[in-house]
């Protein structure tokens, strides 16, 4: 089940994507999917971040080749960090590159959008606590991250937490093919089974110290080939069963 969240003649709601078609839900799938027995097609919509996360919960160096490639070392346990609720835009929308930016990268991520309030899951347990899958990308001013020698300010810039284009539901997310094209060209290409901390593993070393919210998102990290993105560029994340993301960098 793909689920998204649009605009329509100026007004917001969830919906099951089926083909071309979206059929409205009643309210948000976090309290239970309910078809209000509304569709109508997605060309008279526009498409939204397909949640509204209190706070989006982001994994650092969590693919052994980009730790190479930022000559680090491969992190013990999860590396957490956060991006702000205001960072959040959705697919086929402009990432504002900041008047003071020097070097903005892309860093194509599969996203899980949790489902219920939850706190002390076990890996094995985090399934159920999964509303489903979508892609992200986690914008950064690398130049900004490692003069401020931590990562809030470079990472939070409003528009860089790109999300979308929607949820997929019923997905077994830990082989996905995961792919960053920077104006159509691959520069970012692995699997998410080549993730060094497993999605349940992730899930349960958040949780064992901070509660997460409904529509909340877990960015589980970025394999290899960050690069910089300059005005006027487009960028896609796409994940395998997911679908693609697209932004433009204006």
Not at 50 to 77: I, M, R
Not at 82 to 108: C, M, N, Q, W
Not at 125 to 135: E, H, I, M, N, R
Not at 175 to 201: M, P, Y
Request: net charge negative.
């Amino acid at each position: 089940m793909r689920l998204c969240r649009v605009e329509r003649n100026g007004a917001v709601c969830y919906g099951i994507l089926e083909g071309d078609r979206v059929k409205r839900l009643e309210g948000a799938p976090f309290d239970g999917i309910r078809r209000s027995g509304e569709s109508f097609p997605l060309a008279e919509a526009r498409l939204l971040a397909p949640t509204e996360p209190s706070k989006v919960v982001c994994v650092g160096k969590n693919y052994l080749d980009h730790a190479k490639e930022f000559d680090s070392e491969v992190p013990q346990e999860p590396l957490i960090f956060l991006k702000p609720s205001t960072a959040v835009i959705g697919p086929e929308e402009a990432v504002e590159y900041p008047s003071f930016g020097t070097r903005v990268d892309f860093e194509g991520e599969l996203g899980l959008v949790i489902g219920k309030r939850c706190r002390n899951v076990k890996a094995e347990d985090f399934a159920g606590v999964v509303l489903g899958y979508t892609c992200v990308n986690d914008v950064t001013e690398r130049d900004i991250q490692m003069k401020d020698g931590q990562w809030t300010r470079g990472k939070g810039f409003d528009t860089f937490c790109p999300i979308g284009p929607w949820i997929e539901t019923e997905l077994e997310a830990s082989d996905l093919a995961i792919e960053t094209r920077l104006n159509g060209e691959v520069r970012q290409h692995s699997r998410t089974s080549k993730l060094i901390f497993s999605l349940g593993r992730i899930v349960e070393h958040v949780t064992a110290f901070m509660t997460l919210l409904p529509g909340d998102v877990i960015a589980t990290g970025t394999p290899e080939g960050v690069g910089p993105m300059q005005r006027g560029d487009t960028v896609e994340v796409e994940l395998q069963g997911i679908g693609v993301l697209r932004s433009y960098i204006r």
